[in-house]
C-alpha cells in the first residue's frame, strides 16, 4: 500500500482541481466562519458605527443636561409618567438635545437620553467637594 502511495504521480488536470477546490474551500470558510467581509459591506458598519456612537454622545450629554437642569426632579417624574412611545418627543421638545452649533439632532439620541432617564431611580446629587465651595 506505501509503495503504491509512492508511486502515484497525480496529473494536471488532477491539480488544477485540488487548488481549485481548496481556493473555494478557503474563501467559503473565510466568509462564513472567519469574519471576512467585502469592502461595502465593511464601509457600511464603519458607519452604522459612527451614527450609533454620535447618537450614544448626545444621549450622555442630553442625561447630563437633563439632570443638571433646576426642574429636573419634576421633569423626570413627567418623563416617567409619559407613554414610551412618546418619551423621544418630551425629550426633544424640552431641548435636551439641542446642542449650540449643532443643527441636526443625532439620530436616535433622544430615545436613548430617554431610556437612560426612565432607568433612573432619582435624578443624582451633585457632589461639590469642599474645596470648589470654599474659594
Avoid at 446642542?99 to 437612560?116: S, T, V, Y
Amino acid at each position: 500500500m506505501s509503495q503504491q502511495f509512492e508511486e502515484y504521480r497525480p496529473s494536471k488536470t488532477l491539480w488544477f482541481w485540488s487548488v481549485v477546490g481548496a481556493m473555494v474551500l478557503t474563501i467559503i470558510v473565510g466568509f462564513t466562519a472567519g469574519g471576512w467581509t467585502l469592502a461595502g459591506t465593511a464601509a457600511e458598519m464603519a458607519k452604522t458605527s459612527a451614527i450609533k456612537a454620535r447618537a450614544e454622545l448626545a444621549a450622555n450629554l442630553c442625561v447630563q443636561k437633563f439632570i443638571t437642569a433646576s426642574d429636573a426632579s419634576q421633569n423626570l417624574a413627567k418623563l416617567k409618567e409619559t407613554s414610551s412611545y412618546q418619551r423621544d418627543g418630551f425629550i426633544t421638545d424640552g431641548g435636551w438635545v439641542k446642542f449650540a452649533g449643532i443643527k441636526k439632532d443625532a439620530p436616535g439620541a433622544a430615545d436613548l437620553c430617554a431610556e437612560k432617564l426612565v432607568a433612573l431611580d432619582a435624578i443624582p446629587m451633585s457632589t461639590v467637594s469642599e474645596d470648589q465651595t470654599k474659594g
